[in-house]
């Protein structure tokens, strides 16, 4: 290969179970053969310097391989030293688009990046190639790892060791050169050393130690694994066959020692007040018989103690970089979990290779003791997950009701520029001014005392009983008026509430909501009233503002169906219609009239059906039709609206017909709708207020037709 790298191993290990429940399938991701990607450390991609080098993937039978190569940035020196000095020696990817089979199995994906990882999910993704320094006098060193996994299934253990003897022995040749290349490495950092000031000959004097003592360390803890397992060869048994014979009071004694020599101070009181109390116990006495730990160990063979002592250190090793490393005080370890997505956007499947992601599941389904292993330094998981994001762009929802009939209220009604109205009506459909015959003569019919003549109605007549003259008409006048009255919204809010809510324009939001609040206001006074109690200091008074439905007979027609107690929904319903056609004969007002009724009703015609069972509406306009209205229209507030008329009769309403056109609205210049605002010094507040000044009247006689029910015998 004509490009030197750092180090290589395998990015992704095919066929083994991931900390996070998945498995990676052969030929996963195939896709990425050859491709070059950005390297990172613990997934962290934030800025530009994130980045510490790249890698080349290698699609293999094995999984994915992959050659990594290190940039000059400070990060990726320091990362370029732990690798080398086997700090770190697990690799992690992320990737998206991913498909499944059988729920868990990883078939096809596309990686993004490849990370370094303090402890890695996939038990196979790790470094097994350093190319210490670049060059032909260079020196390398493999990795030298033992071929067996510990299940990520929370609390299980799995035993099973691969003897991979051929790779073992090939690990071991490139182990072995690299204790006679040791001195030729010595003799060169002294000479590079030589050239250097005194303080960096110190600096690298100490590095070699530290180098020679980690390869002691390395070297004997290989040759007491290749001893056990040695061992293990010769009695023909694997680990797994000795832990299966082991009792139920054993494993749980295994169990306690891992419990115990892992936790903290902290974590040993949680598991001393753990709710699994007779496993708890455990942490001094075996579950079933009241046996120490120490009386249970002894009842185990020299074959039995040699596998327990392997589990435990193992185990061990395993949890302490895993709770090390999964602290939440610590933040910044966990760089994207399956929790979070950075403000991004969440893509439809994303895999995180990381271990810490395990811990986090593992905690979640964590029930005993021997589930518990993983809970060390993980407390409050919920503070992992992301903030609650708006479903809109943060303005609240208003509730309220349907406003369509409030715009069709105030478009209808004919407008005044002056709030104070008058009208003055003349009766011209009595009897008495119609226009009348003449049929008389100028003879002035006298009785015996010489005084004219007059007939049964006090008129002067001739000796024909005709009158002799032509009698004027006398009308009747009616004047009506009304003077204005305020009607208004007013709201607060604190300054420091206006300042710190950011999501959106909390000003313009309550403002708005002022502005529909006062039109539904005006808009109810003007068809029914504002339904406030007489007495009521908020009351819009009525004397100002006359509302249709209340208003005298004079004004509106009142229409009311009486209803039976034997009477159903569809005779009632049918009484209505025939009502409101039956009330247009008194109806003086301007033609195109509408509809305005409460939804009950509008419902109960509209299901009306004849004796087939077919629906004798089909659509609100012809139910319209048929009840001689141009438009029928919902009004929310007209939903349990009653009044005692004069009778003491409740009456309930049902709706009014009416053509707008006859209701007369005045409003002075000054008057208009007005938003107003001031800022409170001593409260630091600020204060909002909507409001109008107007009038309003019907200036029509018999110009609406309030439609009705009354129970029959009310009253």
């Not at 040993?268 to 709710?275: A, K, N």
């Not at 120490?292 to 040699?306: A, I, P």
């Not at 007013?490 to 006062?518: G, P, S």
Request: glycine content about 6%; charged content about 30%; some cysteine.
């Amino acid at each position: 290969m004509a490009k030197k790298y750092d180090f290589s191993g395998w990015a992704t290990w095919n066929d083994a179970l991931c900390a996070d429940g998945r498995v990676i399938k052969h030929n996963a991701f195939k896709d990425n053969d050859g491709a070059i990607v950005p390297l990172v450390y613990m997934h962290g991609h934030k800025t530009p310097e994130d980045i510490i080098g790249n890698v080349l993937l290698e699609n293999r039978d094995q999984g994915v391989y992959c050659y990594g190569s290190f940039n000059n940035n400070p990060q990726a020196l320091a990362a370029r030293e732990a690798v080398m000095h086997g700090d770190i020696d697990h690799l992690s990817i992320y990737a998206n688009h991913l498909k499944h089979q059988n729920k868990n199995e990883v078939i096809h994906g596309d990686i993004k990046e490849v990370s370094l990882v303090i402890s890695g999910a996939n038990p196979g993704a790790v470094i097994d190639y350093v190319d210490l320094e670049h060059g032909e006098e260079g020196e390398s060193a493999a990795i030298i790892f033992t071929d067996y996994v510990i299940s990520n299934a929370p609390g299980e253990i799995n035993l099973t060791i691969s003897h991979a003897d051929d790779k073992k022995e090939e690990e071991e040749k490139k182990e072995e050169p690299k204790a006679e290349e040791k001195p030729a490495e010595e003799k060169k950092e002294e000479t590079k050393a030589e050239e250097k000031s005194e303080e960096k000959k110190e600096e690298s004097k100490e590095e070699t130690k530290a180098e020679e003592k980690s390869e002691e360390k390395k070297e004997e803890s290989k040759a007491e694994e290749t001893a056990e397992h040695a061992d293990m060869k010769e009695s023909g048994k694997t680990v797994e066959d000795v832990w299966n014979s082991f009792s139920k009071d054993q494993q749980d004694a295994v169990y306690a020692i891992v419990a115990i020599a892992s936790a903290s101070e902290k974590d040993l009181d949680e598991l001393m007040q753990s709710d699994l109390s007779e496993e708890s116990e455990a942490l001094s006495h075996a579950e079933s018989d009241g046996k120490t730990v120490k009386e249970v160990w002894d009842t185990l063979s020299e074959e039995q103690q040699r596998v327990a002592a392997f589990i435990i250190a193992d185990t061990l090793q395993n949890l302490k970089g895993k709770v090390e490393h999964s602290d939440i005080k610590g933040g910044n370890e966990m760089a994207r979990n399956l929790f979070e997505t950075n403000g991004e956007e969440q893509q439809e499947n994303v895999l995180t290779h990381d271990d810490m992601v395990a811990i986090l599941a593992d905690i979640k389904t964590a029930g005993s003791l021997r589930n518990s292993v993983l809970q060390h330094g993980i407390t409050n998981l919920e503070v992992m997950f992301p903030d609650d994001k708006y479903a809109n762009d943060g303005t609240p929802i208003m509730v309220q009701r349907d406003q369509e009939w409030v715009s069709d209220v105030l478009n209808g009604v004919s407008k005044s520029p002056f709030a104070r109205i008058k009208c003055v009506y003349a009766d011209i459909t009595g009897a008495d001014a119609r226009a009348k015959g003449f049929l008389g003569s100028s003879e002035l019919h006298k009785d015996s005392n010489g005084k004219p003549f007059r007939d049964a109605k006090g008129n002067l007549v001739d000796k024909n009983g005709n009158r002799v003259y032509k009698e004027e008409e006398v009308l009747p006048l009616i004047k009506r008026s009304v003077s204005p009255t305020t009607v208004y919204k007013k709201q607060r809010l604190d300054r420091n509430d206006i300042i710190d809510i950011t999501d959106f324009d909390i000003v313009v939001w309550l403002k708005a909501e002022m502005k529909v609040m006062l039109n539904e206001e005006v808009a109810r006074a003007i068809l029914i009233g504002d339904g406030r109690a007489v007495s009521s200091p908020d009351k819009v008074d009525e004397a100002c503002i006359k509302p249709i439905w209340t208003d005298d007979d004079f004004y509106t027609i009142k229409a009311a169906v009486t209803v039976e107690q034997t009477d159903t929904d569809d005779t009632v319903a049918s009484k209505l219609i025939d009502m409101a056609v039956l009330a247009k004969k008194d109806y003086k007002g301007s033609g195109a009239t509408v509809l305005f009724a409460n939804e009950d009703y509008i419902t109960r015609m509209l299901l009306l059906k004849d004796t087939m069972g077919h629906r004798l509406y089909g659509t609100e306009a012809e139910l319209a039709s048929a009840m001689r209205v141009t438009k029928i229209i919902s009004v929310p507030v007209f939903q349990g609206a009653t009044r005692v008329d004069s009778n003491d009769k409740t009456r309930t309403l049902v709706g009014i017909i009416v053509n707008l056109k006859d209701y007369r609205v005045g409003t002075d210049k000054k008057g208009a709708v007005t938003m107003f605002d001031d800022f409170d010094i001593d409260y630091n507040q600020e204060k909002y207020l909507i409001e109008t000044r107007m009038s309003g009247m019907m200036v029509m006689p018999k110009g609406a037709i309030a439609l009705e029910t009354v129970p029959a015998g009310n009253g």
